[in-house]
Each structure stands twice: as C-alpha cells, then as structure tokens.
C-alpha cells in the first residue's frame, strides 16, 4: 500500500528558509485523481493544512501562509516538497504529508516530522 | 482559533457511547464532505470516517459519521480503552480564504 515518509532538516534558524521533502512509495504520484497534501501540528495543538499539489504541478495554498509557501512536486523521483521561508518560533511543528482524496480527506499520512525554529 | 468548531473534551466509560460535533458554516461543511480523523498519542492522524459516513477498510463498525446542515457528527458505540484519543474532522472551506480546514480536536477519555 502507499507509504509517506517526510524528510529535513529538524532545527532551522529563524528568518531562514524551511525544506521538507515527502517520499512516496507503494504507488506512483502520477496514479490516480489524488492531491499529495502539507499539514503541520504545533505541540499541543490542532492541524493546520498548508497546502497541496496536484500531479501536474497544480497547487492550492492556505492564504494566511501563501506569501511564504512553495509546494512542488518530483514525479520522477516519487516526491513533494515545501519550502516555506522567513521562519518564526510560530513555524515549530511536527510536518506531515499526506495524500488527499476528492472528497477533502486525508490518508494515508506520514510519519511526521519535527521542525523546530531556534537560534 | 480554528474554522470548525469542536468540544475540546467529552468522556465516556468502557462500553458506552460517546458523539462528538463539529460544527462549521455554509462555506465548509455545508457544501462539502467531511471527514475525521483519530490521533493515538505521539502519532499521525489516522483517517476514520470520509465523505460524511464512509469507513475505509480496516475501521471498525462502531465507528460512524454523520452530517445535517453546517455540523457533523463522529459516534464511537462500544468504547474501549485504545478509542482514547484526539479526534479531529476536516472539510474543504470554498469561501474567498479556500482551502482545507481543521477542528480544534477533541480529547476522548474513556473513564
């Protein structure tokens, strides 16, 4: 079955840039009528989507993070990537990619992975 | 502050019923499906209920969904001690700011 595995950096600076990378395994991100999604959890607290992308490149972003966000995609190497630049303590999270489905739902996600901002 | 609004708690004893509402407006719920999902401790979130009141294989049948106007309703029938979790529902929101949205969660504690 399809399998996510986020990768990066876990400490960035502040006002520097975040990158994530996603792997997709198990099925191609070429297959299927499907969005490959970025959603991120501060400790403690709720999800915030950050935006997805589909196959083609085609992208939606969340707009109170949208001046920052890059979301793109690598289907030769099975992968999805963020960037999401000038960095504040409010970007410390646990990142998750997940592939979302036509009717707004997520699954499977990944494993997540722990971005913290500090000098 | 989150777009859905949802019960920060609710608790139930083993073998009990609990429902948890999550309740958003004409723009998210009342236009697209919803879905929920439950995050075990020190986990990623895990998809329960999509597109209102459908189980992906593998989730169990006390496990149900539902939606009437701009709420939505996650039952949990038959509580067990592993349902202890946070459980979140999620939807498309189609207004001017579109995009996915989330609920604040809701802590599930079986007594």
């Known amino acids: 079955q399809v399998q996510l595995q986020e990768s990066g950096p876990g400490l960035v600076k502040p006002s520097q840039t975040l990158s994530l990378t996603c792997t997709v395994s198990?099925?191609?991100?070429?297959?299927?009528?499907?969005?490959w999604s970025w959603i991120r959890q501060p400790a403690g607290k709720g999800l915030e989507w950050i935006g997805r992308?589909?196959?083609?490149?085609?992208?939606n972003y969340n707009p109170s993070l949208k001046s920052r966000i890059t979301i793109s995609v690598d289907t030769s190497k099975n992968q999805i990537s963020l960037i999401l630049s000038s960095v504040t303590d409010a970007d410390t999270a646990v990142y998750y990619c997940?592939?979302?489905?036509?009717?707004?739902?997520?699954?499977?996600w990944g494993q997540g992975t722990l971005v913290t901002v500090s000098s | 502050q989150s777009v859905l609004t949802q019960p920060p708690s609710v608790s139930a004893a083993p073998g009990q019923k609990v429902t948890i509402s999550c309740s958003g407006s004409?723009?998210?719920?009342?236009?697209?499906?919803v879905s929920w999902y439950q995050q075990l401790p020190g986990t990623a979130p895990k998809l329960l209920i999509y597109d209102n009141n459908k189980r992906p294989s593998g989730i169990p049948d006390r496990f149900s969904g539902s939606k009437s106007g701009t709420s939505a309703t996650l039952g949990i029938t038959g509580l067990q001690s592993g349902d202890e979790a946070d459980y979140y529902c999620?939807?498309?929101?189609?207004?001017?700011?579109?995009?996915?949205?989330f609920g604040g969660g809701t802590k599930l504690t079986v007594l």
């Open positions: 992308i589909y196959a083609s490149g085609s992208t």
């Open positions: 999620g939807t498309w929101d189609s207004s001017l700011s579109a995009g996915g949205v």
């Open positions: 198990g099925g191609s991100i070429s297959g299927g009528s499907y969005y």
């Open positions: 004409s723009s998210n719920i009342g236009i697209n499906y």
């Open positions: 997940a592939r979302a489905g036509g009717g707004y739902w997520f699954d499977p």
